[in-house]
């Protein structure tokens, strides 16, 4: 990861951000404002389906029986001054890091990393739950509440 303290800012991505992303953004945001980290938190999407919406009910659903408000997030699509302008740019799985790599400009591709390499998971990805039921997103909301603890220890312990 990068170098001591230079940890500002952190976006993350998925397919759609209508669920995956912004429900990492919610939870994140929640919990480094419970860390006392003050960073500029951020999510975004690689395809450009849902532009405007809202987060999918389902994830707000299952984000707010946890204690986290998703319901003021708006979704958009990854652009190209998002690789300059964010510290850190995390995808939710293999695919969207695949696909960040073919529009990211080289001298940002070290920003890259998956989201589950910061959890200690049988999980290597966050998986789509968009054709899931319930369990698909609660286990989504699970997954990124471990990849987020593990984030946060990790940038607490640079500053
Ligand atoms: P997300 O889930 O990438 O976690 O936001 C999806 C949202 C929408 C679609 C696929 C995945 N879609 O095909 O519209």
């Known amino acids: 990861?990068?170098?001591s303290g230079t940890i500002n800012s952190v976006l993350f991505v998925c397919l759609g951000n209508i669920c995956r992303s912004p429900t990492a953004e919610g939870v994140f945001a929640t919990k480094a404002k419970q860390a006392g980290l003050n960073l500029r938190i951020d999510s975004a999407g690689t395809a450009g389906y849902h532009v405007g919406a809202a987060p999918d009910k389902r994830s707000q659903d299952v984000a707010r029986?946890?204690?986290y408000d998703l319901?003021?997030?708006?979704?958009r699509r990854v652009t190209e001054s998002d690789f300059e302008s964010f510290d850190l740019i995390i995808p939710m799985d293999r695919e969207n890091e695949r696909n960040l790599h073919k529009i990211c400009p080289d001298e940002y591709k070290h920003k890259i990393y998956l989201m589950m390499k910061f959890a200690n998971s049988e999980y290597d990805e966050v998986p789509d739950p968009y054709y899931?039921?319930?369990r698909g997103f609660e286990l989504?909301?699970?997954l990124i509440e471990?990849?987020?603890d593990g984030l946060i220890a990790r940038i607490a312990k640079m500053t």
Do not use: E, F, H, R
């Open 1 to 3: 990861m990068a170098k």
């Open 65 to 67: 029986a946890s204690g």
């Open 71 to 75: 319901s003021k997030l708006k979704c």
């Open 132 to 134: 899931s039921g319930k």
């Open 140 to 142: 989504v909301l699970t």
């Open 146 to 148: 471990q990849a987020s």
